[in-house]
């Protein structure tokens, strides 16, 4: 079975800083991590993914997220927030026999100016 | 051109009507979804079709109905609405476990 968490339903961060949200997961099978945003009124869109390979992978925004398989974490990072970041995320898990995902809670990010 | 599309956007009605939102992609994908979004940002899976079959159907009130006439396709049809059915519902679709393509949403409130 698999399960998401998402560590802080709220994070703020000031504009220029680390942008660090954290996703943990459980898996009984090789997963795909997924990291989605979602800005107000909108629906969501995929900011990155892992499925097989590398590690740490990049995404669009300057996004980036490390799959560690020791740590069952795919924690989300941006080197320096910028205020178009304000928006949901949520970190979503998928076995990769495709039959089973779920979506974390979210965690809703405010950017400080 | 937009890939997942939803139709209406916003939906208004009263306690105890029917109502139907409708779901279309033209990303060729194999598999699609509703979703419900509670006012809390909580995404709940709701439906899932691959290749016009049911292959997720989660605790939901037998009042909520999908349909999906062919793989481009899948319409959600609420009878009876209540209160607590007023929330935002996403489209989503996607070939087998990848990527995921939501729609814009329909954000229905009953009153």
């Known amino acids: 079975a698999q399960s998401v968490t998402q560590l802080g339903s709220h994070v703020s961060v000031s504009e220029g800083a680390l942008v660090l949200l954290r996703c943990n997961y459980s898996s009984s099978v090789p997963p795909y991590l997924f990291w989605y945003v979602q800005y107000p009124n909108q629906g969501l869109q995929l900011l990155l993914k892992?499925?097989?390979?590398?590690?740490l992978v990049k995404g669009i925004n300057g996004f980036e997220a490390e799959f560690k398989k020791s740590e069952t974490s795919f924690h989300l990072t941006k080197p320096s927030a910028h205020m178009s970041d304000a928006a949901e995320y949520f970190c979503a898990v998928i076995a990769n026999t495709g039959n089973q995902f779920y979506f974390g809670t979210g965690t809703s990010l405010t950017v400080i100016p | 051109d937009t890939a997942v599309s939803q139709t209406p956007k916003y939906l208004v009605t009263q306690m105890g009507n029917d109502k139907s939102i409708k779901c279309e992609q033209n990303l060729g994908h194999d598999t699609m979804y509703w979703y419900k979004q509670d006012s809390k940002k909580f995404l709940k899976i709701m439906f899932s079709?691959?290749?016009?079959?049911?292959?997720i159907n989660e605790t939901v009130p037998n009042r909520f109905s999908p349909k999906s006439p062919d793989k481009a396709h899948l319409n959600l049809h609420i009878n009876s609405l209540e209160l607590g059915d007023s929330a935002v519902y996403f489209c989503?679709?996607?070939?087998?476990?990848?990527?995921?393509?939501f729609g814009p949403g329909t954000r229905l409130t009953v009153l």
């Open positions: 892992y499925t097989t390979g590398a590690t």
């Open positions: 989503a679709s996607s070939h087998y476990a990848d990527t995921q393509y």
């Open positions: 079709y691959n290749n016009k079959e049911l292959i």
